[in-house]
């Protein structure tokens, strides 16, 4: 068994929800909500680790406490079996640069730079010099078949081509972990799938850590190796596609699968239900 590449342990994180100075401040201070209850999460390296929740269920928090974002106010993060919280805030910010990339929902491109040096930009930060960040954007660029559009600005693309920008700014530092939120939400079903299409094919090339939020279990499925399923907070089940279908553990399991086809990953048992052989 591989070490795990993240690992928490006993994560707990809490938001206050008065805002600071308001009227009512004094009588809400004590008032906060409790996004993350306990999570204990191991996620190995090469897998695709994808994180399914209602909206609030704290898929985003979870995520960001991951590169220490969102620091945990209790419980402990480590990365390659260190712990985040041992690190100096100068050599996590290392950690995040070299090592975890991120790609958001919102694209969050630079529109006053090209396509390209928009992908150049982790090399920029890393002090690559000039020439090498632009030879190893522009092949990232070829890698998610955005070449041709180098020289435009983010705003002359479509969503789905702002959306590969973003995955090759991510890759071009060469992260061993890729954290994803919602990342193709935002795009329609067509160019949705062509980007499912095109993670599975960078992924099928170089073998790296994605960790996935998503809202929607057929994405889900068509990525994950493992899904962990969020509820308020807590993980309700971390498993296979097949072990979440055939023994799902409550029901809000069994309902983020309703209307989902799932033939593929059913027990051969199972099809007695589906189609009677009477
Ligand atoms: N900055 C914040 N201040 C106060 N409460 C917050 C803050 N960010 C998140 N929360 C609360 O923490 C809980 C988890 O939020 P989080 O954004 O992690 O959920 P999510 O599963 O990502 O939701 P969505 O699917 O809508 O993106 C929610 O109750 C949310 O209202
Ligand atoms: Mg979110």
């Known amino acids: 068994m591989p070490k795990p590449i993240i690992e928490l342990r006993h994560v707990n994180k809490y938001y206050s929800t008065s805002a600071p ?16 209850d306990n999570i204990n999460l ?24 991951l590169n220490h974002l969102i620091p945990p106010e ?17 050599r996590l910010i290392a950690l995040r640069r070299q090592h975890i990339g991120m790609v958001f929902q919102s694209f969050a491109l630079f529109d006053e730079r090209t396509v390209l040096d928009n992908v150049a930009f982790g090399l920029e930060v890393a002090g690559v010099e000039k020439a090498e960040r632009h030879q190893r954007a522009r092949l990232m660029l070829e890698k998610v078949g955005l070449a041709a559009v180098a020289d435009q600005h983010p705003h002359q693309l479509s969503g789905g081509m702002q ?6 700014r991510a890759l071009v530092v060469n992260p061993s972990v890729l954290l994803m939120d ?21 992924q099928a090339e170089h073998q790296r850590t994605v960790v996935f939020v998503t809202h929607d279990m057929e994405e889900a499925l068509r990525l994950g190796s493992r899904i ?10 971390v498993g296979s596609p097949e072990a979440l279908i055939n023994a799902p553990a409550t029901p809000y399991v069994r ?11 059913q027990l ?11």
């Open 21 to 36: 100075g308001s009227f009512f401040s004094r009588q809400q201070a004590k008032a906060r909500v409790q996004a993350l």
């Open 42 to 65: 191991e996620i190995y390296p090469g897998e695709i680790f994808v994180i399914v929740g209602l909206s609030g269920s704290g898929k985003s928090t979870l995520l960001r406490t």
């Open 74 to 90: 209790e419980g402990d993060v480590f990365f390659e079996q260190q712990s985040l919280t041992s690190l100096t805030p100068a």
């Open 163 to 168: 959306q590969r920008v973003g995955l090759a």
């Open 182 to 202: 919602e990342a193709f939400s935002a795009l329609d079903p067509i160019i949705r799938r062509e980007m499912q299409s095109l993670l599975l094919n960078l």
């Open 228 to 237: 962990a399923i969020m509820e308020k907070g807590q993980l309700v089940q």
């Open 255 to 265: 309902h983020f699968f309703a209307g989902v086809d799932v033939s593929r990953w």
């Open 268 to 278: 051969a048992e199972n099809y007695a239900d589906v189609w009677p052989t009477h």
